[in-house]
């Protein structure tokens, strides 16, 4: 990688993430040295960018909190692929966040120019993702798991353990297991304190709570 392209790609890495990021650690990603790396970062210091150095346990190099982020620019390449990737997350339903991946989508393509968007929509088309479809889920227990993923919510939901019998349980997510077409949420059942795993598409019903 060129020295103006690594500079770019580096500023690019730390617009990502305000956390510190050792110098070992970029120089492991972009395969320079760590020399390169210090003359790296202190050209972009050079050039403005407010990029501060903290020592001890988690430190790193970071972006000064303070500093203004100017709006992403996409090339047409970087947005087919995070459009292409959305678009198998949605026709395969990989993860229950469809409405926050498509306003996600949006908004990749609203950063681009009218070339870039034409441009765009070609190489989409041109993309066959072949996968394997999740099990479906009923958009309301859908908005319910996003809505208690992303904000730490409870949710009181009905499970199929089987065809004939429905268990009632209320629940905090821990995390989420994308295994094959199935998805799995692994909670603390809040009325028993104990570990659960749920299977997405055998709950037929779920509802917000209230945070504790």
Do not use: H
Not at 13 to 35: I, K, N, P
Not at 114 to 129: C, F, M, P, Y
Not at 138 to 150: G, K, L, N, Y
């Amino acid at each position: 990688m060129r020295k103006k392209s690594r500079l770019f790609a580096l500023a690019e890495a730390l617009r990502a993430r305000r956390t510190g990021v050792t110098a070992q650690e970029l120089a492991d990603r972009f395969g320079v040295t760590l020399r390169t790396i210090y003359r790296d970062l202190e050209a972009l210091q050079d050039a403005g960018m407010p990029i501060r150095a903290d020592r001890g346990r988690g430190g790193g190099y970071a972006l000064d909190k303070n500093y203004q982020l100017p709006p992403i620019n996409f090339t047409a390449r970087e947005a087919a692929l995070l459009v292409a990737l959305s678009r198998l997350a949605l026709e395969q339903r990989l993860i229950p966040f469809p409405k926050t991946i498509e306003s996600a989508i949006d908004k990749v393509r609203s950063a681009l120019s009218t070339s870039a968007q034409r441009e765009l929509l070609s190489l989409v088309g041109e993309l066959q993702l072949v996968g394997v479809p999740a099990l479906p889920v009923p958009t309301s227990v859908r908005d319910a798991i996003e809505a208690a993923w992303f904000e730490s919510r409870p949710l009181r939901i009905v499970y199929a353990k089987s065809a004939w019998q429905m268990s009632p349980r209320i629940v905090k997510i821990r995390n989420l297991v994308f295994d094959r077409s199935v998805t799995l949420l692994n909670c603390i059942d809040l009325e028993t304190d104990q570990d659960r795993q749920f299977r997405l598409d055998r709950i037929k019903q779920a509802s917000l709570l209230d945070a504790a």
